[in-house]
């Protein structure tokens, strides 16, 4: 691989500065997993609990979509899924795309998210940095737009229905439920 003489970084490597400069300018899509699963006729969603430069709270698990990646959600959703998990063996057994996010004040980009609702076949053992949420249990330190993921989510599960977006439905959630 080529590097520059600046402190063996590689070729291409864009400082922060200039890289958050131009997240700014763009809008940037981001492939956000909300794994799930059932217990005792509850749904229960895998959040990590993040502490870095860039966050500080539970959030979904996700990642910038990039060129180098898989093309299709699935194939993307398995990536990341190894190596958040790493040797667990976890395979995606189903991904369903469940809303858009556009977040508007964003501190550093202007993302642009597709939940995605995961099913994982495998085990996830309780480790630190995650945690299984439900909708009435969620920490105050959750970031931004990541409970709504939780609640579209659970709509979904619950009522079997796609979300609906109206002027009065902005969420894509009813106001009777």
């Known amino acids: 691989m080529a590097t520059t003489s600046e402190e063996n970084r590689p ?7 200039c890289l958050l400069e131009f997240y700014k300018a763009t809008t940037t899509p981001f492939l956000e997993l909300v794994i799930y699963r059932e217990r005792d006729g509850r749904f229960e969603y895998l959040y990590q609990d993040r502490h870095d430069e860039w966050w500080n709270g539970f959030c979904a698990f996700g ?8 093309s299709g959600p699935a194939e993307i959703a398995q990536v990341l899924v ?10 995606v057994a189903s991904l369903r795309i469940i809303s858009f996010v556009r977040y508007q004040k ?3 980009c202007n993302p642009f998210a597709v939940v995605c609702l995961i099913e994982v076949r495998g085990e996830i053992p309780p480790a630190e940095g995650r945690a299984w949420l439900s909708p009435d249990s969620l920490p105050e330190n959750i970031i931004m ?4 993921y939780l609640e579209q989510c659970e709509y979904f599960l619950r009522t079997g229905q796609p979300l609906a977006f109206t002027p009065e439905t902005p969420n894509g959630i009813p106001a009777c439920l």
Do not use: C, Y
């Not at 070729?11 to 500065?17: L, R, S, T």
């Not at 958040?84 to 063996?89: A, D, I, K, S, V």
């Open 82 to 91: 190894n190596r958040e998990f790493q040797g667990l063996r976890l395979t």
């Open 106 to 108: 964003h501190p550093w």
């Open 145 to 148: 737009h990541h409970s709504l």
């Open 63 to 70: 990642e910038m979509v990039r060129n180098d990646q898989p």
């Open 11 to 17: 070729a291409g490597f864009i400082p922060k500065e």
